[in-house]
C-alpha cells in the first residue's frame, strides 16, 4: 500500500487566487461607489440666465400693390394657342404701358403649354365604320384619349405704384382679355425702415419686461448673452379673384379697393446673465 500526502502548496495558491479575486471585486465596488457619490455632487456651475421675448409694432400705409392676371388660349395645334395668348397679353401689357405701369413693374410668373385630351370610340377594323362597342358585349372600355387641342397659359404679376388706380387696372385688365385676376395685395416697395422701426421697439419691449423680472426676483442683470429675432411682418390680402368669362360683357364695374394700412410685427428674445 502507496502512502498519501496532502498538496498543501496547492491548497495555498488557490487560497490566494480567491484573495487576489476578492481584493479586485472589492476594488471596482468601492471606485464604482465613488464615482457614483462624484457624480451625484455635480453642481452646475455656468452663469444663471434669464430669457424675455419682446414685440414691436408699426403701421405704415402701403405705397404700391401688386396683383397677377392670367391669360389662357386654346387652339387645335401647339403654335396657335401660343399666338393666340401671346396677341391677349401683348394686348393687356401695351394697356398698362399707357396707363401709367412701367415695363419693369410686371413680369412673367408662370407659363405653359399642354394638350387637351378627349376619350374617343375606337372603330372596329372588322366592320369599318362601326364602333367596336356596337359590335362588341357591354362592359368593356371601347375608347381611347386622343388629343384635341392645345392650351396655353401665362400668367402675369403687375406692381402699381399708384395705388389708387389698383381697381380701374383690374378692370381694364379684364376687359381685354384676362382670364382670371388674382393674388391682389397692398404692401409697401421697401419696408426695410419699417421692420428697423418694429425691431427697435421690440428691443425696448424686452429690456423693460427683463429689468422688471429681475426686479421681481431679487436679482441684478450683468450682461446680455444671447438674441435671438423671429419672423414678423404682415399686410392685408385680398382673397377675391376676378375672372372673365368668354361670354361675358366686356365693360367691367371698377371695384372700390382700399388699400388700408399695414402692420408690421418684429419679435425678439433676449438672454440676460444674472447675479
Do not use: C
Amino acid at each position: 500500500m502507496q502512502p498519501s500526502f496532502h498538496d498543501w502548496a496547492g491548497d495555498k495558491r488557490l487560497k490566494g487566487l480567491v484573495f487576489v479575486v476578492l481584493a479586485l471585486g472589492a476594488l471596482a465596488l468601492v471606485s464604482y461607489a465613488y464615482y457614483a457619490y462624484k457624480s451625484s455632487q455635480y453642481i452646475y456651475t455656468g452663469p444663471t440666465t434669464i430669457s424675455v421675448r419682446g414685440v414691436g409694432e408699426v403701421t405704415r400705409v402701403p405705397d404700391i400693390a401688386m396683383f397677377t392676371f392670367s391669360v389662357q388660349a386654346e387652339a387645335e395645334n401647339p403654335e396657335a394657342a401660343q399666338k393666340k395668348s401671346a396677341d391677349a397679353v401683348n394686348l393687356i401689357t401695351a394697356y398698362l404701358k399707357e396707363n401709367g405701369v412701367a415695363e419693369a413693374d410686371y413680369k412673367t410668373v408662370n407659363y405653359s403649354l399642354y394638350p387637351r385630351y378627349r376619350d374617343m370610340p375606337v372603330v372596329s377594323s372588322t366592320a369599318p365604320g362601326l364602333p367596336m362597342m356596337e359590335i362588341m358585349p357591354p362592359g368593356y372600355d371601347y375608347t381611347e384619349s386622343t388629343v384635341v387641342g392645345y392650351t396655353a397659359d401665362q400668367a402675369i404679376e403687375v406692381k402699381v405704384r399708384d395705388t389708387a388706380k389698383a381697381g380701374a387696372l383690374i378692370a381694364g385688365v379684364g376687359e381685354r382679355g384676362a382670364t382670371n385676376v388674382s393674388g391682389l395685395r397692398f404692401t409697401l416697395d421697401d419696408d426695410s425702415d419699417a421692420k428697423a422701426e418694429a425691431r427697435a421697439e421690440a428691443v425696448a419691449d424686452a429690456k423693460k419686461k427683463a429689468l422688471q423680472l429681475a426686479d421681481t426676483l431679487g436679482v441684478r442683470l450683468t450682461r446680455l448673452s444671447g438674441f435671438w429675432e423671429e419672423d414678423g411682418g404682415g399686410y392685408p390680402m385680398y382673397d377675391q379673384a376676378y375672372g372673365a368669362e368668354a361670354s361675358a360683357p366686356k365693360a367691367m364695374a371698377v371695384p372700390d379697393i382700399p388699400p388700408g394700412e399695414n402692420t408690421i410685427t418684429s419679435a425678439v428674445n433676449l438672454t440676460y446673465e444674472i447675479r
